[in-house]
């Protein structure tokens, strides 16, 4: 059972009711008694849920369930009224949503889809729309139509919140879905949710090991968590694992980028970076871009003349040897 006496229902209540005691026609006053039922109503209808998931239920969770259902109908009766009273007095297309939410909360599968429909006829990029109504194909069991308005809802949608709730119901429904899940491990890293941003990116590695989006995104992800010592460990097993010359030079050259941060801004790379550069030097060489193979090669020298002298040597005698002040490719 909600209470109305818990911290956040005894302080809206108080809030509430103060606004009703100064203005009792107060228009804000009749939508925000339509949120705060609405609220409950979910909270309430995620604990009914609970319940009614049970394989078998105590004489007090019976008697939890009764009045869990009660509350839900009287919070259902209190949502419904305030709202449709709000639009009829000239309300937006916001509280049109609220209202079709809300008959979903009620289980009033068909008004909630009229009313979403036509807010969709209204404004067609209306992503909470379609994520609702995805809902309800759900509650129908028509998990083809729920996916596709899903799918809508994660391209229209542009709060970060709601379009990783909507990848994750994807997901849940198309596990196979790459795309999304990389697009979900990309919106965690956008949230900073870091944690769920690496583990998502794990799975991706797992099903495509030559993935070059998942090793650079759990790169960032624990460069994030301050950990770059296992950015590094992604990064390397990236470059042995992508096919193409282009992607390992990416790879290499975000090692290069993740070890100059953690030494420091104008500070010589260690052996991470340095190595990262005479690998992207070669690869420049087998591509015919001895330009730039150059100019790593020169960097390697310059940071530190003995780093594998012989080896940077030879392969800047392949290129013509190091860049010169005067050369202009070297400013």
């Given amino acids: 059972y909600l209470p109305d006496t818990g911290p956040v229902g005894r302080t809206s209540m108080t809030v509430v009711q103060a606004i009703r005691q100064i203005d009792p026609s107060n228009a804000r006053l009749v939508v925000a008694e339509g949120d705060l039922a609405k609220a409950k109503m979910e909270v309430a209808s995620v604990m009914r849920n609970v319940l009614k998931a049970k394989a078998s239920r105590s004489a007090s969770e019976e008697a939890q369930l009764t009045a869990l259902n009660k509350q839900i109908a009287d919070l259902y009766a209190v949502a419904i009224a305030r709202y449709q009273a709000a639009i009829k007095a000239g309300g937006s297309i916001d509280l049109s949503v609220k209202l079709g939410q809300a008959y979903l909360l009620g289980g009033e599968l068909d008004l909630a889809e009229t009313e979403l429909k036509a807010v969709l006829n209204r404004s067609p990029y ?176 310059t940071a530190d003349k003995k780093y594998r002298a012989a080896e940077v040597q030879s392969l800047l005698d392949q290129v013509g040897g190091p860049l010169t002040t005067s050369t202009p490719s070297a400013l």
């Fill in 126 to 301: 209306r992503a909470d729309a379609y994520e609702y109504l995805a809902q309800i194909n759900l509650l129908r069991g028509d998990k083809t139509s729920a996916l596709e308005r899903y799918r809508t809802a994660l391209e229209r949608s542009r709060d970060v919140e709601q379009r990783i709730r909507v990848a994750e119901a994807i997901l849940t429904l198309d596990p196979n879905d790459t795309s999304v899940r990389l697009r979900l491990a990309k919106l965690y890293s956008q949230d900073s949710q870091w944690s769920a941003a690496v583990r998502v990116y794990e799975a991706l590695i797992q099903a495509d090991p030559t993935s070059e989006e998942a090793y650079s995104g759990i790169a960032d992800a624990y460069v994030a968590r301050g950990d770059s010592d296992e950015a590094l460990q992604y990064l390397r097993r990236g470059v042995t694992a992508v096919k193409q010359d282009a992607a390992k030079i990416r790879l290499y050259e975000q090692i290069v980028d993740v070890d100059q941060a953690d030494v420091g801004t104008g500070k010589p790379l260690s052996s991470a970076g340095l190595d990262a550069l005479i690998e992207i030097a070669k690869l420049d060489i087998t591509r015919g871009d001895t330009s730039d193979a150059q100019a790593k090669l020169t960097q390697v020298q």
